[in-house]
């Protein structure tokens, strides 16, 4: 018997709530179990309440007698749902309530029936939901987050709230080994699948709808993958020959990797990640793209553990970070995310920084990158390393994508277009 799609929105969003994972790990196996036509639905319920959660949780407090135990995360869940129903779907408002309310019984707390229906009732008839005082609410993020980014940009902040709390698009990469992209666009015409060049990368397509990959012509013989625009720059900045020799830290995915190995000959490539199970998807994906590199489960900083004294003519290192830039694709960032992990971050992308320097040819590049808005991520980490390596020379990126900060290029996620992203371009003296 299949799972009800509210239960399993509130399952997978519970999670998120008792930080025991992410979205992206706790809904693949709950769309197992929901009926095949209820799995877009699942992923919207569970997306949008998460992104509209600081708002909609806001309102919720005073309708509350008193907190629910955490063992009832669920129906704390259910009632975010219920609410975003209520605010911002198609759904009959009578539905959205009966919805959850009937959910509770799958979650055989028939006990919260009563609770749930009588607060979502009550939201439906709430005179005043004026945040004024408070727009970090009225942008739905947390409040620290919200005053981070207003501080280091004042001027785009607005601009990147609305962007976090929107639908992201769906954009490709074409293999220039296998098809060009124009020939490509042409091909998705013919199918009927509406589509259009993305703005800065030669090589994006990007979707006037999402669908199913499989639907795409030929996308399991290798011919396209699925990445952001603003990811697909990096295999450019790397400046890549045939046959040289490349490190790919923090590898997982895998689409930078692939990328990589598309753009030249005889490359020899070592992929890095910390995961075997992250390393799979990118053994998954270099497969089907008929490509081939080195795949190590290390910690890309723990040099001793795998380096084998030959060093890189390049590097990119995709730094782990705190995502603040694909919000909209990842809402659940917002409730993920704290203070405290963005200087745990830091000194973690520091310590690669410093390790992956090491493994470099005289005269070879780094490129750093991250999916992150926050400049102690990103210019200030270069900055950083600038003035301790006298080894060290940035290249300037002349790019009409982006701002120039005073180190590298800024990226804020666009309309219709790119992710967030940071990049930056080192090379070792020599």
């Not at 992410?22 to 929901?34: F, R, T």
């Not at 990103?378 to 701002?403: C, M, R, V, Y």
Request: aromatic content about 6%; charged content about 20%; proline content about 6%.
């Amino acid at each position: 018997m299949a799972l009800d799609t509210r239960a399993a929105a509130a399952k997978a969003i519970a999670q998120v709530f008792k930080q025991q994972g992410s979205l992206a790990s706790a809904l693949p196996p709950l769309l197992k179990q929901v009926k095949p036509q209820d799995k877009g639905l699942l992923q919207e319920l569970c997306y949008g309440s998460l992104r509209y959660f600081h708002l909609i949780n806001q309102h919720l407090q005073g309708l509350l007698k008193q907190p629910l135990k955490p063992k009832d995360q669920d129906i704390q869940a259910l009632l975010i749902i219920g609410c975003y129903q209520l605010d911002y779907s198609r759904i009959p408002p009578h539905a959205a309530v009966a919805s959850c309310v009937e959910a509770c019984r799958a979650l055989k707390k028939n006990w919260a029936c009563k609770l749930v229906n009588g607060v979502l009732r009550s939201y439906q008839r709430l005179e005043s939901r004026d945040v004024s005082s408070q727009p970090w609410l009225k942008q739905s993020h947390p409040k620290w987050l919200y005053k981070q980014l207003h501080q280091a940009w004042p001027e785009q902040a607005d601009a990147i709230f609305e962007q976090n709390n929107q639908h992201p698009p769906f954009s490709l990469r074409v293999n220039r080994q296998r098809v060009s992209r124009d020939d490509y666009l042409k091909l998705l015409d013919q199918q009927g699948i509406e589509a259009s060049a993305c703005q800065f990368s030669p090589d994006g397509i990007t979707l006037a709808k999402p669908c199913p990959v499989e639907q795409l012509p030929n996308f399991m013989e290798g011919w396209l993958s699925v990445q952001d625009e603003a990811a697909q720059f990096s295999a450019g900045l790397l400046q890549i020959g045939d046959n040289q020799r490349i490190l790919d830290a923090c590898c997982a995915p895998g689409g930078k990797t692939g990328h990589i190995l598309e753009c030249a000959k005889g490359i020899a490539l070592t992929a890095i990640d910390t995961e075997a199970k992250r390393l799979k998807r990118v053994q998954e994906n270099l497969s089907r793209l008929n490509l081939n590199a080195t795949l190590v489960c290390e910690d890309a900083g723990n040099t001793d553990a795998w380096f084998d004294g030959q060093a890189f003519d390049r590097i990119l290192l995709d730094a782990p970070c705190s995502a603040t830039g694909v919000i909209r694709r990842h809402p659940d960032i917002k409730l993920l995310r704290k203070p405290n992990n963005i200087i745990e971050l830091c000194e973690i992308q520091q310590t690669l920084l410093e390790k992956l320097w090491t493994t470099l040819k005289p005269g070879g590049i780094v490129v750093y990158a991250t999916c992150s808005v926050l400049p102690q991520e990103n210019e200030e980490q270069i900055s950083s390393f600038l003035a301790k390596h006298s080894d060290a020379n940035e290249l300037e990126i002349d790019a009409s994508w982006g701002l120039k900060v005073k180190h590298g290029r800024q990226l804020f996620p666009q309309p219709g277009g790119h992710d967030g992203f940071y990049y930056a371009r080192l090379q070792k003296a020599g």
